[in-house]
């Protein structure tokens, strides 16, 4: 049964840093592109960053390119997002996506196949 399972949301204040999870159950992340989504209430989902299966390419969306990072540990199935900064307009649900096919690359579109349930990030000023 493939699982994506968010984690490591809460409340936190502006300029604050925190660390998402998303742990991969049911297919071994190997070279499966993956990546973060956001949504605040009333907008369209963002895309967040995206990293491919090897590793070295990243994107990034332009409201966070600087402030987040994002990573993924192969052996442990789970990847990582990075924030630092943070403002009150980052306040949304997160959630993180993956690819069926594989590839080095990755982009912020409508090309991943599972999504996992979200995790709320609130930041307050």
């Known amino acids: 049964q493939l699982q994506l399972v968010e984690s490591g949301g809460g409340l936190v204040q502006a300029g604050d840093s925190v660390r998402l999870s998303c742990k991969v159950s049911?297919?071994?992340?190997?070279?499966?592109?993956i990546g973060w989504f956001r949504q605040a209430p009333g907008k369209e989902r963002e895309g967040v960053s995206c990293i491919g299966g090897s590793g070295v390419n990243s994107v990034y969306g332009g409201s966070v390119k600087g402030r987040f990072t994002i990573s993924r540990d192969n052996v442990k199935n789970t990847v990582f997002l990075q924030m630092s900064n943070l403002e009150p307009e980052d306040t949304a649900v997160y959630y993180c996506?993956?690819?069926?096919?594989?590839?080095?690359?990755?982009?912020?579109?409508?090309?991943?196949?599972?999504w996992g349930q979200g995790t709320q990030v609130t930041i307050s000023s």
């Open positions: 996506a993956l690819e069926e096919v594989t590839s080095i690359y990755c982009e912020l579109g409508d090309e991943y196949d599972y």
């Open positions: 049911g297919l071994t992340l190997g070279n499966h592109a």
